[in-house]
């Protein structure tokens, strides 16, 4: 089913921030460009009100390591074309109204609520759901 995969976004990554325990059904990653000094500002102010907000349960700023990242795999050569290697990406974890957490990540993480912390270029927003959970020992 790999090879099917378009638009791969795939990154090693060392945490720069990290906020909450996580583990909620709700997530939304933003990636984006920015210089090293953008996460100081953003570890210094946007996050850590983001992990505080209702109904989040965690946030991580990561950094890609872009050389790691760009070495070539069995999966990216079946899929045949190259992963998007993002620099940095924010995670959010929520739980609860799926409408408020995609409003809060939108207004919060949107390309213009980024910019005065110093990213570049367009921020990519995306919301995931998590619907079900199955463990080996659900299998029977």
């Given at each position: 089913?790999?090879?099917?995969?378009r638009r791969v976004?795939?990154?090693?990554?060392?945490v720069v921030y990290?906020?909450?325990?996580?583990?909620?059904?709700?997530?939304?990653?933003?990636?984006?460009?920015?210089?090293?000094?953008?996460?100081?500002?953003?570890?210094?102010?946007?996050?850590?009100?983001?992990?505080?907000?209702?109904?989040?349960?965690?946030?991580?700023?990561?950094?890609?390591?872009?050389?790691?990242?760009?070495?070539?795999?069995?999966?990216?050569?079946?899929?045949?074309?190259?992963?998007?290697?993002?620099?940095?990406?924010?995670?959010?974890?929520g739980w609860g109204?799926?409408?408020?957490?995609?409003?809060?990540?939108?207004?919060?993480?949107?390309?213009?609520?980024?910019?005065?912390?110093?990213?570049?270029?367009?921020?990519?927003?995306?919301?995931?759901?998590?619907?079900?959970?199955?463990?080996?020992?659900?299998?029977?």
């Amino acid at each position: 089913t790999v090879k099917h995969f378009r638009r791969v976004n795939r990154s090693l990554n060392n945490v720069v921030y990290t906020a909450g325990p996580g583990g909620g059904g709700l997530i939304a990653t933003v990636r984006y460009d920015a210089p090293p000094e953008a996460d100081d500002a953003m570890v210094a102010d946007l996050l850590p009100s983001l992990a505080k907000a209702p109904g989040i349960d965690g946030v991580t700023l990561v950094v890609a390591d872009t050389e790691a990242s760009a070495v070539d795999t069995a999966e990216r050569r079946a899929r045949g074309e190259a992963n998007v290697i993002p620099t940095r990406a924010i995670l959010v974890e929520g739980w609860g109204d799926v409408a408020s957490f995609a409003a809060l990540c939108a207004e919060t993480l949107s390309t213009p609520a980024l910019a005065p912390f110093g990213t570049r270029g367009e921020a990519t927003l995306d919301t995931y759901l998590l619907q079900c959970t199955v463990d080996k020992t659900s299998l029977g």
